[in-house]
């Protein structure tokens, strides 16, 4: 939002994030066992590969803050694929400290009122400092998100490539479970998934940051986009 603004939690596929959050105590595991991986293994191109967060301001003083960008082209992990998709399962990784806030290049490809190009270098780097420190994602004791399928299904749309994934994500200590909605395309040597959804804090157990009484604050819902491209093994 503002130079107190911090990233509150990325996923990606979806953060996940959000200004100065402050997060809750740790959640139990996740009831659901992590899907066996079996198939053909395709390892994630980081540099073709890319995460966008989006971060909306919120209350009656939103007008002294900025809607923020959060990015990066820095997945790593493996995509597993069997002739089922219903079957396929992932690891992936994203180190928080790769993380980017309000790239004036992602800014400007949103060719969008909500995200201005008028984010100051000194703003942008004390969001990102404040995201990475420990009351908000904590990069020196949980270096990396984790993002494992705890399964996928078919959607119930019936259309060719679109599935549901129940995803675990480990994020600062916490695990939660969440359902991203995919589209794939699996080629000879590629598989290439995308997706775009909507995500709130609250689901990965954070707080969305308020102040002055709710008049400047985070809106809890955040939106997802990915597309992960993966080529296949040697």
Not at 98 to 115: G, I, K, N, W, Y
Not at 139 to 154: K, T
């Amino acid at each position: 939002m503002n130079a107190r603004g911090v990233l509150g939690a990325i996923v990606l596929m979806a953060g996940l994030t959000g200004c100065v959050t402050h997060p809750t105590a740790p959640a139990p595991a996740s009831a659901a066992a992590p899907s066996p991986h079996v198939g053909q293994a395709f390892a994630v191109v980081p540099s073709e590969s890319l995460l966008v967060v989006l971060v909306y301001r919120s209350g009656p003083l939103a007008a002294f803050g900025h809607n923020h960008i959060v990015a990066c082209r820095c997945i790593t992990g493996t995509i597993y694929v069997p002739g089922d998709p219903a079957r396929a399962s992932f690891d992936l990784r994203i180190p928080v400290e790769q993380l980017t806030v309000d790239d004036p290049a992602m800014r400007a490809a949103e060719h969008s009122e909500d995200f201005p190009a008028d984010v100051s270098p000194s703003a942008q780097q004390a969001v990102r400092h404040n995201m990475l420190t420990a009351p908000v994602l904590d990069a020196a004791q949980y270096p990396d998100i984790a993002l494992r399928a705890e399964g996928v299904r078919h959607s119930s749309d019936g259309k060719p490539g679109d599935v549901i994934a129940q995803v675990l994500v480990q994020l600062r200590g916490q695990r939660r479970s969440i359902t991203v909605p995919v589209h794939y395309d699996i080629r000879s040597n590629e598989v290439v998934a995308t997706g775009e959804f909507p995500l709130e804090q609250t689901g990965l157990g954070l707080t969305p940051f308020t102040t002055l009484g709710g008049a400047l604050s985070v809106r809890n819902g955040l939106t997802v986009r990915f597309r992960l491209l993966a080529k296949r093994g040697g």
